[in-house]
């Protein structure tokens, strides 16, 4: 039983009216549920559902939660997108998801990814793709797609998701969400893939993202980096004192990299908006060599991530072979095994080092503006691990791809902002990365873009 009125609400105003007893929890889960029943067999955002008692406690009071299919939750399948994992439960939850259930969430579902969350559509050959709710024609990018597609079809109010090279913000764009990744430490992280990947939210709104992360924030036992010191709690933050940032801006990459044109204009569009609001806007470019750079990232992201696979595959009794894994991954576990330990540590120092130079950018700026990827919402289809190997992936990704990995590698905060649609009523967002520990700044100005330019109104196309 669907409620028409509660699409208005953000999850912030779902806890105000919880609060004020104008609704009843179990009603508000139970509309969520019939839409998530009604969108989903079209969408396939989510590919495990979830019956558990509502959860009363807590800061959320029980509002509805999808979790990304990489996460244990205690007793529920964990696939990974794969069918090397079919017949897995988890046998606990892990710590992202014991510091969702503390802030009140309710599990209804776990979301859709691609196989090991590898690549930036979520095209799941185990589990189906899913499908972008603005137009199914195309991907909601990944790999937090099935998050990223539920919240914007009315599924949850928000949703888990997390990011190791853009898949937070690449869907984010797609969908037309809110996405900030956070700095590296801010939240528990992975330890695989070089402690690469975060783990936060989507949302509608900012402030919903901030209330998340307060929920996340702090370490876990065996973290190797320190948590980045924070002045306060991130909900309720206010762009009232934010004043003019120097804010950086490059539409092209310097020419290095071509750029589709709607994303160009996109990303022209969101740094008008910002001088409009008083900010300083002007074109520069970081001093680093981006395709180095990125080959160096592909290197550390193919050890962790066959690593990753050969664990999990463990962990569920099994060996990983060309009949359980997509092509994509079984010819990634091969590409892994031909790196020497040299060829690994010299791509992970590469990497190092090339931060310092992009670090040192924010010396002169505050934010720096660019795209999220070079093109906008891919095709359903040109990630298919069934029919490419890794190569053939990493193809498409070095032409699609490339932006985002960098806050990934460097650890800096950064965020996809939803400011535009194309001509096809497609989103493309706005990528904004923030001095390291900085979420504050990145928050305050993603409150005053979503005031400016309110996007709200367009999910209404959707419902």
């Known amino acids: 039983m669907e409620i028409q009125e509660l699409y208005q609400f953000d999850a912030i105003a779902l806890k105000a009216k919880l609060e004020s007893r104008e609704l009843n929890i179990s009603e508000v889960v139970r509309h969520y549920k019939a839409v998530m029943e009604r969108k989903n067999p079209q969408l396939n955002a989510v590919v495990h559902y979830i019956e558990e008692p509502v959860n009363t406690d807590g800061y959320f009071r029980g509002l509805p939660f999808l979790i990304k299919d990489l996460n244990a939750v205690q007793g529920h399948p964990l696939s990974y ?171 092209d990459f310097g020419k290095e990299m071509p750029i589709q044109t709607d994303v160009q204009r996109a990303i022209r569009h969101t740094a008008e908006l ?52 997509e092509k994509m991954l079984s010819t990634l576990i091969k590409k892994a095994e031909g790196y020497t330990a040299m060829e690994y540590e010299q791509a992970r120092m590469f990497l190092a080092t090339e931060s310092v130079k992009f670090h040192s950018f924010f010396d002169q700026y505050d934010v720096l503006l660019h795209p999220v990827n070079s093109k906008s919402a891919l095709p359903l289809g040109c990630y298919n691990g069934e029919e490419k190997t890794i190569d053939e992936i990493l193809a498409v990704s070095a032409e699609y791809a490339h932006l985002s990995p960098v806050a990934n590698v460097t650890g800096q905060p950064a965020m996809s902002v939803p400011l535009y649609w194309n001509e096809e009523n497609v989103p493309i967002g706005s990528h904004f990365t923030g001095k390291f520990g900085d979420e504050r700044t990145l928050l305050k100005l993603a409150s005053q873009l979503e005031e400016a330019r309110p996007w709200w109104q367009k999910y209404n196309e959707i419902i």
């Open 274 to 325: 910002c001088e409009s609001l008083g900010h300083e806007v002007e074109i520069a470019y970081p001093d680093f060599d981006l395709h180095r750079f990125m080959d160096a990232f592909v290197t550390v992201w193919v050890v962790g991530g066959a690593l990753a696979v050969q664990g999990a595959a463990k962990m569920n009794g099994v060996k990983p072979n060309d009949q359980n894994l």
């Open 81 to 251: 997108g794969s069918k090397v994992m079919e017949g897995f439960e988890a046998k606990g939850d892990d710590e992202i998801v014991k510091r969702f259930r503390r802030g009140g969430l309710t599990f209804i579902g776990k979301s859709n990814t691609p196989e090991f969350g590898f690549t930036p559509a979520t095209e799941s050959v185990h589990l189906g793709f899913t499908k972008n709710p603005w137009n199914n024609k195309y991907s909601p990018g990944g790999s937090s797609g099935g998050a990223a597609a539920a919240v914007a079809a009315g599924m949850v109010p928000f949703a888990h998701a997390s990011d190791g090279g853009g898949s937070i913000r690449i869907p984010a764009s797609n969908c037309g969400l809110f996405g900030l990744k956070p700095t590296r430490g801010r939240t528990p992280f992975s330890m695989h893939l070089n402690s690469l990947a975060v783990s936060h939210g989507v949302t509608k709104s900012v402030r919903d993202s901030a209330a998340l992360l307060d929920l996340l924030e702090g370490p876990q036992k065996g973290d190797l980096f320190a948590t980045p010191a924070k002045e306060d709690r991130y909900a309720g933050i206010s762009h009232d004192n934010l004043g003019s940032l120097k804010i950086a801006y490059m539409a």
